[in-house]
């Protein structure tokens, strides 16, 4: 959320080509950041609840 912020304040200050493209640089690295994080967080909770359910489906086709 920094980088985005510190984006949109470049983005605004800036009077030259420089100045857009640091702020192009910050905002892609701050919206990069957080789809990243976004996709690495959902992971784990899909495998936790495939390796919670693998088990239990085991044990009732054996029984």
């Known amino acids: 959320m920094l980088f985005l912020a510190a984006s949109a304040a470049v983005a605004l200050l800036a009077t030259s080509g ?21 996709i690495r967080g959902q992971q784990p909770r899909a495998s936790r609840r495939l390796r919670l359910r693998a088990p239990t489906r085991a044990a009732a086709q054996s029984n």
Request: hydrophobic share 55%.
């Open 18 to 38: 420089w100045g857009q493209l640091t702020a192009s640089l910050l905002g892609g690295i701050g919206l990069s950041s957080l789809v990243f994080v976004f």
